[in-house]
């Protein structure tokens, strides 16, 4: 049995600032996705020039945030907030949904790809090996916060959390980071490093992380405020469905317009 090392949430102090961990990890996740896309850029393997990932960086970063944060409210805690309005903009008191902020980077692929003319399918090819970074970094941050840990168990790696009561758990948020975050990020920039039908990137990326969370919310303790839901699935799983689908018919399409021309 290990346990959790108690990391304090605060990075740095200075003053009244304080630099967070896991705004840390946003800031080293939004950092590398920059750094592989101006590389895949110059490396002539991508439809943007520089110019307009700067454009697309700046409105992927809005969405994640507001998505995001809009995504938990309305997911997970939709009668909480609508009791309680202002605590929505009370983004330091935690609170950010995958899903939210995948549907907001959606939205700024969507208006990036008609203000500059770019296909939006070959767009989302582009960006999607760049994010599962960003996915390991922000779920090594939920484990420095001794957050969203998992079910309790018995394996030898179980481990306690200050706020996860006497009995281990496994280190779920671990789980997900190499999952969703290392082992996705493998698959696709292998898979994209040659030219690839076009939504299939896209699509892979839809299908590998949606099953790598579906799989590891097995081990992870399901939201205290919601449990199991219906078919005894959490809701990260029901909203995992809808990205299995999509990206397996985006498979699909994009590997049958090749065997149709």
Request: glycine share 14%; aromatic share 14%; net charge positive.
């Amino acid at each position: 049995m290990l346990t959790h090392p108690n990391i304090d949430p605060v990075a740095l102090a200075i003053g009244p600032l304080a630099i967070r961990w896991y705004g840390l990890m946003y800031l080293i996740g939004f950092g590398a996705a920059w750094w592989l896309g101006r590389r895949r850029i110059n490396q002539g393997h991508a439809p943007i020039n520089l110019v307009q990932f700067e454009d697309l960086m700046f409105w992927s970063i809005l969405g994640v945030i507001l998505g995001g944060r809009i995504g938990y409210v309305l997911f997970y805690k939709p009668v909480y907030y609508l009791a309680h309005p202002n605590e929505i903009l009370f983004i330091w008191q935690g609170g950010m949904s995958f899903h939210g902020g995948f549907l907001g980077v959606l939205i700024a692929l969507y208006w990036i790809a008609r203000r500059h003319q770019i296909a939006w399918l070959k767009l989302g090819d582009f960006l999607a090996p760049l994010v599962p970074i960003g996915l390991a970094t922000g779920r090594l941050g939920n484990f420095l916060n001794g957050e969203l840990w998992g079910r309790v168990t018995d394996v030898s790696w179980g481990m306690l959390f200050r706020d996860g009561g006497p009995m281990p758990r496994h280190p779920s948020q671990l789980y997900e980071m190499f999952a969703e975050g290392v082992l996705l990020f493998v698959l696709l920039w292998w898979y994209s490093a040659r030219p690839r039908p076009t939504g299939s990137v896209g699509g892979l990326f839809l299908l590998g992380y949606g099953l790598a969370r579906f799989v590891c919310e097995f081990a992870r303790e399901p939201d205290a405020f919601l449990g199991v839901l219906s078919l005894g699935m959490t809701m990260g799983q029901w909203l995992c469905l809808p990205m299995l689908f999509v990206g397996v018919m985006l498979l699909m399409r994009s590997h049958r317009s090749i065997s149709v021309s």
